[in-house]
């Protein structure tokens, strides 16, 4: 008995300390067509992204696509170290082989861990050559103060961004992947293996003025999200990190979309 309370003490403290719990929140407010910040809070500090990493993801597999390097219709084998991903995931099996376009759609929609694995993987040999990848990606969008470790956004030592990065990052998905961007507003989608569901379908159903939505949570994190609105000639684009729960980021969101709408005046446009 005095083993069993031991090893029971030793777990729990182990796992206590284990665990990073999101204590700061930052937000940017950028216009989506100018690229103009019209609101900023902790925007330059580096925080964990979550699985608005995978906006990364799927920027440099969109690119990978367009220069010709890979195909949406290549079969990409599933490794071990991807099946056995943390949720959420498809739910993919060693071995199994899956067309790149419903990995993409996996990413996208659903926000899979699997599916992104298994996409860096395929890409560069392996996830940290594919998040070197990443990194140089960012340098040369202007995302300064971003550090790439993984291609999911699982909470890992130095994986850090900043809301700002991110919004330049989602304006650039918006501005040079036009054919891809509907991705972000697809409420379900077949993933192949199965229907798939967006992970961020409550904020999409809170305003008709989304185009483009992907959120994330850790705990290091806590609720994250970048979203486009756009409405009467203009966008916005809105990052949050540090939400307290789904409820009060898209009650922020909705707060920053008004202030956003309000800044950007018609003169800007023309």
Do not use: C
């Not at 056995?84 to 899956?98: D, N, S, T, V």
Request: no cysteine; aromatic share 10%.
């Amino acid at each position: 008995m005095f083993f069993l309370r031991a090893v029971l003490l030793f777990l729990l403290i182990s796992w206590n300390t284990s665990i990073v719990f999101a204590d700061k929140y930052a937000a940017t407010v950028m216009d989506g067509l100018t690229g103009e910040i019209l609101f900023a809070e902790d925007d330059k500090m580096r925080l964990h992204p979550a699985g608005i990493t995978k906006l990364m993801t799927l920027y440099v597999t969109f690119e990978a696509i367009e220069n010709g390097e890979v195909g949406l219709d290549d079969r990409v084998e599933i490794s071990n170290h991807a099946a056995w991903e943390a949720p959420a995931k498809l739910g993919l099996r060693q071995g199994q082989e899956i067309r790149l376009r419903y990995l993409l759609r996996a990413v996208g929609v659903q926000g899979a861990n699997d599916a992104s694995t298994a996409i860096a993987e395929y890409l560069e040999g392996s996830e940290a050559t594919f998040a070197r990848r990443m990194n140089r990606t960012a340098k040369r969008l202007g995302m300064a103060r971003s550090t790439f470790k993984n291609a999911h956004g699982l909470t890992e030592s130095g994986h850090l961004t900043t809301t700002t990065d991110m919004a330049i990052l989602f304006k650039a998905l918006h501005d040079d992947f036009p054919d891809y961007f509907n991705l972000f507003r697809r409420k379900t989608t077949s993933a192949g293996v199965k229907t798939i569901k967006n992970s961020a379908r409550r904020l999409l159903n809170s305003d008709e003025t989304i185009i483009g939505a992907k959120t994330g949570y850790t705990r290091a994190s806590g609720y994250s999200a970048a979203v486009y609105n756009s409405q009467l000639g203009k966008s916005v684009i809105i990052v949050i990190f540090g939400g307290r729960s789904t409820t009060t980021m898209i009650s922020q969101i909705h707060k920053l979309r008004d202030l956003g709408f309000r800044k950007v005046s018609f003169e800007k446009l023309e």
